[in-house]
């Protein structure tokens, strides 16, 4: 998390100066794999974002110097539960930094493994299988979102699209959380309205999981908004209008292009700010706050943050750095939604693959005033995942519904940024993949601390991340409420709980 200190009072926020703040981050936009000369790991990522707070640092001294920010940035601070599990085993401790980005949203590249390995095999298979073995296990499950990558061009066998059935495999089997299409890389650029494309992005939007679309030009811009045009004018495209998020990476090159914003009315389709640097980017949020605002939206829950590394680097401060100047026309609360609202709002659903069962949640209650009990369920998980049968899925902070992103609160005032570092979710994958839980732990009122063993399918399954009972089934409130016991001990707690571990 990016840490940064008011310059001056801001009386009409209610801000003095010196107050801190903590800043959520998630990167959008990242490459794994190899392409030639570009070669990246999650080792790779975590440099990078080290490299990317150097900078930031060098370049805030001048603007601080020339009065340009209105809030500067003074440190990093990794989030508590993450870190400890890195700190866990030696070779995971020498990945514990870079945590000025908390979560990264992780895909191919057009890399050496994305050729078809057989006639009928779909492209980008080794490579969806690369990125699940670096985001679905400990301890970059913490830090990683995985994204497939498929080419709608593959064709078809036995009257099924490949690319389509790779999509399933990939969401279903490996349990990535959206999908990367390059319209440009994989020569598709003149037919993102055809039958292919369109299926899998229909085919998408039925698994609930957001597409992110390379948009070199505007007229991939174009192209894309009549497709999600075309699927909402279908009456057998319901369920997929539904679940479908799209995402533009670069915003079409063009952030002062009004089709750009005219596509972002769009409650379907968002922006990512990937590319952008230098005098596009106060062109960027000025025509957004401008053109959107006018439309009575709250115009910063349409741009997400994103890097595009390894192809591009420290250009993303630039982003960074004037959210935090006195020229950004937002609050801080704009700044985060942009920063990491809007992308793990997008990416809202829970880990899960087809491999989980379904079953009755348990929920176990006791008292923790001093979160002594919460942090020994955590370390004996951490250990269980380092060393045991189990291994660690991912690892997701519940979030406010969306539209609901609040103003940050100062660090003197417990630092909340929206992201609940308190109440989460961690899925647990038997490595003999026979078994896959969530352990949902929650703050509760009066000192009070949950953990509800969820199976991942079925009817009584966690469906979102929103921290919100309206947000939650009611089947699986009522179910939860039914099978909950309250506990006096911390070992009975984690007693009650690993029972389900074995």
């Known amino acids: 998390m990016l840490v940064v200190r008011a310059v001056e009072d801001l009386p009409n926020r209610g801000i003095k100066k010196g107050d801190e703040f903590r800043l ?120 990683l979102i995985g994204f497939a990558r498929v080419n709608p061009l593959d064709g078809s066998q036995k009257g099924n699209l490949v690319a389509v059935k790779e999509l399933e495999r990939a969401v279903l089997s490996l349990g990535l959380r959206g999908l990367k299409l390059h319209p440009l890389a994989q020569l598709f650029v003149d037919s993102i309205e055809k039958n292919e494309p369109r299926e899998v992005v229909k085919r998408a939007g039925e698994l609930g999981i957001p597409v992110i679309f390379d948009t070199r030009n505007m007229r991939t811009v174009v192209r894309i908004k009549r497709l999600v045009d075309s699927l909402r004018n279908d009456p057998e495209c319901g369920v997929a209008m539904k679940g479908l998020r799209v995402i533009l990476a670069h915003c079409g090159m063009a952030p002062g292009d009004s089709r750009l914003y005219e596509a972002l009315k769009d409650p379907t389709i968002f922006a990512e700010t990937s590319t952008l640097h230098d005098r596009d980017v106060p062109v960027l949020f000025e025509s957004a706050s401008d053109r959107l605002g006018a439309s009575n939206r709250v115009w910063s829950e349409k741009i997400l943050f994103g890097t ?20 950004f026309p937002g609050t801080l609360a704009d700044a985060q939604r942009v920063l990491a609202g809007n992308a793990l709002s997008l990416v809202h659903s829970p880990f899960r693959t087809s491999m989980g069962a379904s079953g009755q949640p348990n929920e176990f209650v006791c008292k923790d005033k001093s979160f002594t009990i919460q942090r020994e369920l955590e370390d004996s998980i951490i250990k269980l995942t380092a060393k045991g049968t189990w291994d660690l899925g991912s690892l997701d902070f519940m979030i406010p519904p969306i539209g609901t992103w609040p103003e940050p609160k100062k660090k003197a005032d417990g630092g909340f940024n929206g992201v609940d570092m308190d109440s989460y979710l961690l899925t647990l994958k038997s490595k003999e993949k026979t078994k896959e839980l969530h352990l949902w732990v929650r703050r509760r009122p009066d000192d009070y601390v949950s953990c509800t063993v969820l199976d991942t399918q079925g009817m009584t399954r966690l469906e979102t991340l929103e921290n919100a009972s309206q947000k ?3 089947v699986l409130l009522r179910s939860i409420s039914d099978h909950s016991q309250t506990l006096q001990s911390s070992k009975e707690f984690q007693s009650s709980i690993f029972k389900h571990l074995l």
């Open 24 to 143: 959520y981050i998630v990167d959008a936009h990242h490459h794994m794999g190899r392409e030639k000369g570009h070669k990246n790991t999650p080792a790779g990522a975590y440099d990078f974002y080290a490299q990317l707070w150097f900078e930031i640092q060098k370049k805030s001294q001048v603007l601080n110097d020339d009065d340009s920010l209105l809030f500067e940035p003074v440190g990093v601070e990794a989030p508590d539960l993450a870190t400890r599990l890195f700190q866990n085993k030696s070779n995971w401790a020498r990945m514990n930094h870079g945590w000025l980005v908390d979560r990264t949203i992780v895909f191919p590249y057009t890399d050496d493994y994305s050729a078809p390995s057989s006639k009928g095999e779909p492209s980008f298979k080794v490579s969806n299988d690369k990125i699940s073995s670096w985001t679905s296990r400990a301890p970059h499950s913490s830090r």
């Open 308 to 327: 595009d590394f390894s192809f591009l680097s420290v250009q993303a401060m630039d982003i960074i750095l004037y959210l935090l100047s006195r020229d």
């Open 472 to 474: 939650i089934g009611q």
